[in-house]
């Protein structure tokens, strides 16, 4: 709608309704006083407001922090299934790379999840999933724990403890029940983690197919470009909230 005038001029010069309502004579120069704008209707901003909100939520998600579901229990008990976590895709835009002892996301790196299907979603779900606002089942992604980077030499003989360039780690945080190390022939290993890559494993080490159970063109490390980023918040179930530290075993190592 355009601007509305707030009065037309007088016959006579000066007697203008502004001034016999004892208002302000018309601006100098004849130039018209604009009225204020009518306010949109309520039905008429709402798809606005939608598309914008649906906007930021997409870059929120590309950008900043995207909801991960836990689709198993190879994290447990850490990570619990179905848990819902959030992880920090910023970081990694300011060149950080992954430390050791972080819970990170990474995209399949060699067909680690070949024999698991896809879990169907609706148009819906796939819509809320594109923008960020809930896990999208189509991306065939992993979560795991970084025990080693870059030039780090992991091993496991017996049933442990894992041992990091020589040093035992204290893992309070593996799943009641295992042994840090499994006993089965790919669970005994000793290997050294080369440029651009981490070896990754389970909390759950005796339900987890990790670094130790992948012999493909990447020996069963992940590469870096893979990653998507640090899982740091268990947002759902509420009461599961809690934050994702890095164990204290893993410092200065």
Same mark, same amino acid.
């Given at each position: 709608?355009?601007?509305?005038?707030?009065?037309?001029? !007088?016959?006579?010069?000066?007697?203008?309704?502004?001034?016999?309502?004892?208002?302000?004579?018309?601006?100098?120069?004849?130039?018209?006083?604009?009225?204020? @704008?009518?306010?949109?209707?309520?039905?008429?901003?709402?798809?606005?407001?939608?598309?914008?909100?649906?906007?930021?939520?997409?870059?929120?998600?590309?950008?900043?922090? #995207?909801?991960?579901?836990?689709?198993?229990? !190879?994290?447990?008990?850490?990570?619990?299934?179905?848990?819902?976590?959030?992880?920090?895709?910023?970081?990694? =835009?300011?060149?950080?790379?992954?430390?050791?002892?972080?819970?990170?996301?990474?995209?399949?790196?060699?067909?680690?999840?070949?024999?698991?299907?896809?879990?169907? #979603?609706?148009?819906? #779900?796939?819509?809320?999933?594109?923008?960020?606002?809930?896990?999208?089942?189509?991306?065939?992604?992993?979560?795991? @724990?970084?025990?080693?980077?870059?030039?780090?030499?992991?091993?496991?003989?017996?049933?442990?403890?894992?041992?990091?360039?020589? @040093?035992?780690?204290?893992?309070? &945080?593996? &799943?009641?029940?295992?042994?840090?190390?499994?006993?089965?022939?790919?669970?005994?290993?000793?290997?050294?983690?080369?440029?651009?890559?981490? =070896?990754?494993?389970?909390?759950?080490? #005796?339900?987890?197919?990790?670094? @130790?159970?992948?012999?493909?063109?990447?020996?069963?490390?992940?590469?870096?470009?893979?990653?998507?980023?640090?899982?740091?918040?268990?947002? =759902?179930?509420?009461?599961?909230?809690?934050?994702?530290?890095?164990?204290?075993?893993?410092?200065?190592?």
């Amino acid at each position: 709608m355009g601007d509305l005038s707030v009065g037309a001029r !007088s016959e006579v010069p000066g007697a203008g309704p502004e001034a016999a309502e004892g208002g302000a004579p018309p601006p100098a120069g004849g130039k018209r006083a604009k009225g204020k @704008r009518k306010p949109r209707p309520l039905w008429k901003e709402l798809p606005i407001l939608l598309v914008v909100a649906l906007f930021l939520a997409f870059l929120v998600k590309t950008f900043l922090l #995207q909801a991960f579901s836990i689709p198993s229990g !190879s994290m447990e008990s850490t990570l619990q299934k179905n848990d819902r976590v959030l992880v920090d895709k910023l970081t990694p =835009w300011f060149g950080s790379e992954p430390e050791r002892g972080e819970v990170v996301v990474f995209h399949d790196p060699g067909s680690w999840l070949a024999a698991q299907p896809v879990v169907e #979603q609706t148009a819906v #779900q796939k819509a809320l999933g594109f923008v960020g606002l809930m896990p999208s089942a189509a991306d065939r992604d992993l979560i795991k @724990r970084v025990i080693g980077t870059a030039g780090d030499t992991v091993e496991c003989e017996g049933t442990g403890p894992v041992k990091v360039n020589g @040093r035992a780690l204290e893992e309070g &945080y593996v &799943y009641a029940g295992n042994t840090p190390c499994s006993t089965d022939p790919d669970g005994q290993f000793k290997v050294t983690v080369p440029e651009g890559h981490l =070896w990754v494993m389970g909390d759950h080490r #005796q339900a987890s197919a990790d670094s @130790r159970y992948h012999r493909d063109e990447h020996d069963g490390m992940v590469p870096l470009d893979e990653v998507v980023g640090r899982a740091v918040v268990v947002a =759902w179930p509420v009461d599961r909230w809690s934050t994702l530290p890095v164990p204290d075993t893993f410092d200065g190592r």
